[in-house]
């Protein structure tokens, strides 16, 4: 049923690598991972990092690709994160002002990018009249204190409120999972009764921002010669088919090998491939 | 449009009050409103408090209803909160052995009540083998750490979640609102793809609970003798049709008279009467 | 992991069954089914159907359960429908008038036994004012047409909605499901952006009118004497569990014996049983 | 609070129409319309039609948008469907064979130019082994009959499911509405218990594909040059903010004049402009 990844990966010159669950997990990079990229970037493949992850920069995490005492693997434009949709949101349609946000000190970066100043929510925020609040990531304040805030906050003024990382939960260790930002977007939805402004896998425009830059580098590059690559039905693989792209389904992360049949089954999320992981 | 609460309450027997915005609001009981149940009490009325909290006990809120250097308005059975629902459903499914809990130290009486041993959410629960988790209220314990845990521990060990409070937000201080632990409890939900047991107003066992005790006392009383008082149409007063009751919606808290006519019309919830307060 | 229904049967005074997937199938009664049911009586036990099913009175249905040249096995207040429901509403809150429904000409029975006009969804419907919309059943009229209808009637009318069979599909022929009128009652909800009042398990009302039925026989009746016997986890077991019954899952009819395990786990509804088949 | 759309328009090179409530109802095309266009194209301006619609080709809306005895406003590619993004996914992740469909004859045109060979959901369909099913318009079969065999379709045989038009109402005539092919996808959703992939408004694919088409006549066209008008919130503004374009919301359709402001604040969707009419 599975199929060697590096012979599949011959057919394409462009691919989009989701990051937990194939390239790495929370004890970080997998083994063999960036041998396998480098000889990749060597057969003349280019290659991109699509993730939803709003926690830190794409710089902090180019550091993480970087073999002991070599270059990083990927560029930082190579690392395509659900964080910069929000950032181009903000420049579109923001375009000054202050923005209030939840999050690490870290994810901040991407209000600042777009040029506006960045306020963690907190008592003191309703003077700055912020113009947004972006939920960033899921550490960085206190649940209770600040969740509770930023419903109040928009209960009382209305303004855009932009999820920049749509996923419901994430790998936080061994066998455990973590309540990620898009799910703390999911509570303060129901309990607004509004629907926010989400960005990140299965959402195309993450695809599509990733496409017009991997274009930007080869003008001839055609959907077709794209394969994403992730360990997610939902996410991953229906959007990359969503966007017109082929799609592999690594079962290195989220979906076990024992139960990918059946999920592709119940879910009627089909990838073009299946591949053990991208080491085989 | 609106009639005189007290000029209708004479054609029942029995008379349903909701808590919050009917009989009271975060910053205590309303003026004149023990007055009022005083008098209706000396007319013959029976009267119950149906709630949903699971908070703290019907003891410890029957002291919040007494007149000063009087005795207290309620009998404790007649103070029926959505706890006693969640005890009810302990002692029939559980029976004996731990049960895990999200809440204040105070709301553990529902678990208590059952005979049962509860264990707030923590590090240490899973030696106990825990049979059921219970969310009991919104405060006592540290959001991040503990909602976590309890996702963990669902995950990890198949037990029924019993939801004592089905509200998603509650009035927490002049023109804001907290969210409740119902509110965590679609997180929970979202995050772990399983629905949980809810009890609480809409759901018709909180009324059947009420009915049903009503009648012991007064063995003739019928479903056309209950009113059901409330201010909110999506519980209350959507919960009482359901049920059977006649329903009167009073502009004293949620609701406000400048909405109600659209909102009944949106939300397709009408009740028999609307009343601007249970003082007029 | 299975155990034996007629073992299991000995500990308890009343049971109630499903009917789809418990005593037949949409091609009729199961073999051996209409003997197991005779032997119960004969040892005593207090026998009920309790069905999501508002197609047809319970007369009509009782005729479905009669050997060859006997007597019905179960007399007509032993058949508890969640049309009944619907009924009991209709008493309660609506009281007199027009009733517009979706529904075979079989199904106006739930109406009429209120005492109310039963009036097809149709186009002549607006000039006698209905004042409420019950969705009885599938079948009877045009999809296309009449679904359309109701919604208009709905939206330029207010009038609660009831629906008198929660049940998104049911069993049509061999391996094959149809939309019931709970999924057409979910369409109309989405386009009204409404919820409707809906009855049927899991909702605890059918239980409670079961329960107090067969405690009206038997007067020292306790919710732990009575076993709820299905084939579906979301319903039956769901709702039985919810309401304080013991409940027995069997495996003759929606759940099969490979999935019931992973199920439980995934959905978190766990039965105090699982029986192959009433028959083992 | 509402401003000229003449004056507006001085603003932008290129301007995206939403079509029903903004150029034209369900009785055709608004008064003096065609002049408003006209004249947009006389100083200057891109025009194009944006539209959830998968009921007949660009072509054949082209001829509904010409003043008498004169050239057709638009050209043919001034026009983009909802119909040609379920197009564009058919061609890169389908590419041959046959593809099953709801819709009237005229709506096959989708599947047709993506070079598929298309076939109406029917009994006799499962020996042509469909790759797809792809739900297009909500007339030309008969709902009880092709919903359910729709639905056992895609249940017997795991398949993508494209939708090519998410809206869930249409005005139908005069004050009334009817259920869209979203509605009905809604429905089968529901039933099956999965997502299917939808295509229009408010998902940036359909912004993406007009915007390109503009770019391609305009090659310095950016995103702030152009404005999407539209009638609906959730939609056209919903999903014109989120891709990044300027957003002005008109009052000739969906959305009175009396509930705007209340809708804005509701929903958390605001449009840079409201204007009453394009015609003002």
Redesign the interface.
């Known amino acids: 049923m599975t199929i060697s990844f590096e012979e599949l990966s011959d057919s394409y010159e462009c691919i989009f690598f989701d990051a937990f669950g194939v390239l790495k997990s929370s004890a970080g990079i997998y083994d063999g991972v960036l041998d396998c990229l480098e000889a990749l970037k060597g057969r003349g493949k280019d290659i991109y990092v699509v993730t939803n992850d709003a926690s830190k920069s794409p710089d902090a995490m180019m550091a993480t690709y970087t073999p002991a005492g070599a270059a990083p693997i990927f560029e930082v434009d190579e690392i395509i994160t659900s964080g910069l949709l929000a950032t181009?949101?903000l420049k579109?349609?923001v375009r000054s002002g202050h923005v209030a946000y939840l999050g690490k000190e870290a994810s901040a970066h991407y209000i600042e990018r777009a040029g506006l100043e960045a306020v963690p929510v907190g008592l003191e925020l309703e003077s700055l009249q912020p113009k947004a609040l972006v939920l960033l990531d899921?550490?960085g304040f206190?649940?209770?204190e600040q969740?509770?805030q930023a419903?109040?906050l928009?209960?009382?003024h209305?303004?855009?409120?932009i999820v920049a990382n749509t996923d419901?939960?994430y790998p936080?260790k061994a066998?455990?999972?973590?309540?990620a930002i898009g799910?703390?977007a999911?509570?303060l939805e129901?309990?607004?009764?509004?629907?926010?402004?989400r960005f990140g896998k299965p959402?195309?425009?993450i695809f599509?921002y990733a496409f017009e830059r991997a274009r930007a580098r080869r003008p001839s590059l055609e959907?077709?010669d794209v394969l994403m690559v992730g360990d997610t039905l939902?996410t991953d693989i229906?959007g990359g088919?969503?966007?017109?792209?082929d799609t592999a389904l690594v079962l290195s992360g989220n979906t076990l090998a024992s139960q990918y049949d059946s999920l592709?089954?119940?879910?009627?999320i089909?990838p073009n491939y299946v591949c053990e992981s991208i080491l085989t």
């Open positions: 181009e949101y579109n349609k899921d550490e206190d649940w209770f969740i509770n419903m109040n928009v209960r009382s209305n303004m855009p409120v419901i939960t936080s066998q455990e999972v973590g309540i799910g703390l999911s509570l129901v309990a607004l009764g509004r629907q926010f402004t959402d195309p425009m599509n959907k077709k939902s229906h088919n969503k966007y017109g792209l592709m089954k119940a879910q009627g089909v």
